[in-house]
């Protein structure tokens, strides 16, 4: 779907993601399926939003990943 979001765990990355990674994705994520690059003034509350809870959505989901093979820090 959204092509342009990169995976965010190791080993495609060689560190932990950052805030920013996580954001970005889910900034491009929202954008997506919202349809909507930057929304109206009446849109942007529910937006801002959106992106806030997936990217602590991602947090927790990498957070929570066991990644077999790879040396947890």
């Given at each position: 779907?959204?092509?342009?979001?990169?995976?965010?765990?190791?080993?495609?990355?060689?560190?932990?993601?950052?805030?920013?990674?996580?954001?970005?994705?889910?900034?491009?994520?929202?954008?997506?399926?919202?349809?909507?690059?930057?929304?109206?003034?009446?849109?942007?509350?529910v937006?801002?939003r959106?992106?806030?809870?997936?990217?602590e959505?991602?947090?927790?989901?990498?957070?929570?990943?066991?990644?077999?093979?790879?040396?947890?820090?």
């Open positions: 779907m959204c092509r342009s979001i990169k995976t965010l765990r190791p080993p495609s990355i060689p560190d932990e993601a950052t805030e920013e990674e996580m954001r970005a994705a889910a900034l491009q994520y929202v954008r997506k399926v919202s349809g909507f690059r930057a929304p109206a003034a009446h849109n942007q509350e937006f801002d959106a992106v806030e809870e997936i990217t959505a991602t947090q927790r989901l990498l957070d929570g990943l066991e990644i077999r093979g790879a040396a947890r820090v």
